[in-house]
C-alpha cells in the first residue's frame, strides 16, 4: 500500500486517479482549494481531502505529509492562473522535497512543447520544473479528452452550430485512461532515469467531422455540422497532428462508448 496524495484530486481525471487508488487500496489525500461535500461527485468516501492553494503554499504541507508520491492533476486554464501554472508546480515540488516525499507524477499535454499557444506554453514551463526537481519525476504527457472535443461540439451547438475544425484529427482519450497512466507511472519501481515522460492517448484516431457526426448522432442536436479553419497556433498545432502520438495508445475507451455512459448528461 502506497500513501498517495493527488493535488487536484477533485478534477475530473484527479478524481479518477483517487477512485481508482482507493480501490487498489492505497492510503490518499487530496489537495485542492475547496473540499467537497461528501455525496458529491467530486468526493470519494475513504479519501482525506485538505484544503491548499498552490499559489499561495496555503496547506500543502498537511496535504503532502508522509506522501510516498504525488500525483499533481492539477490545472491552471485562463488568466493569472495559466500564468502562476508552472510556479504552483514548482511550490508543490519544494513542499514534497522539504516533506521527504521522494515521488512525483505530473499530468501534461502531449508535445504541448511544440506550440506558442499560451495555455500549452503553461504546460511546457510546468514539465520543465519536473525536469529539475530534486524529487523522481515522471510526467504523463496524454492526448486530448473526449470531454474537451465533445465541449467543443455542445458549445457551437447551442447555436444550432456544431464545429469541425478542417484537417483536423484528434486521438482523445477518457480521464479514466488517464488515471491508469498516472497511477501506474506513480507505482512503477525507481529507475537509474531520474526525470522520465511517458505519453498516452486515446485507441482510435478520428477526423473531427467523424467524431462531431458521432456527437451529432448521440445527442439527437439539431446543429448542422459546418466545417472551419481554426486559426492561430493552436490551429497550426492541430493541422500538423501534433496532438497525435501515431503507432502508440494506451486508452482503451473510444469516443463512441465514452459518449454511450453519458447519454444523459449530454
Ligand atoms: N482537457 C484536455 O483535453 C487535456 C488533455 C491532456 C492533459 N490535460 C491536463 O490535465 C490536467 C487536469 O485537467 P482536468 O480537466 O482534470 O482539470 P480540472 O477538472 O479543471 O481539475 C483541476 C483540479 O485542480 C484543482 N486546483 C485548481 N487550482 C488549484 C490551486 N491553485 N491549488 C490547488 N488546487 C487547485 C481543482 O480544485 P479547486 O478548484 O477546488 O482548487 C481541481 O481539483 C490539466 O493540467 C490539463 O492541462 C488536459
Known sequence: MAGICVAGGTGQVGREVVRRAIAAGHAVTVLSRHVPPAGSEKHHDGAIYCAGDVTTGEGLAAALAGADVVIDCLEGQFGKAQKKFADGGARLLATAHLADVP??????????????????????????????????????????????????????AKVLVIPAFRETRFQSISPADVARALLDAALEAPRVERHRVRTVGGPEVLTMRQMAELWKAATGSRGRIVELRLPGAMGAFLRAGKNLIPGQSGGTETFVS?????????
Not at 506558442?116 to 486530448?144: H, I, N, W
Not at 454511450?260 to 449530454?266: D, N, P, T
Request: proline share 3%.
Open 258 to 266: 465514452w459518449l454511450e455512459k453519458r447519454q444523459e448528461s449530454l
Open 103 to 156: 515521488k512525483a507524477v505530473a499530468l501534461s499535454i502531449v508535445n504541448c512543447d511544440l506550440s506558442t499557444f499560451p495555455y500549452y506554453v503553461s504546460k511546457a514551463d510546468k514539465e520543465r520544473m519536473y525536469s529539475e526537481s530534486p524529487l523522481e519525476t515522471v510526467v504523463v504527457r496524454a492526448t486530448q479528452f473526449h470531454g474537451l472535443v465533445a465541449m467543443l461540439f455542445s458549445a457551437g
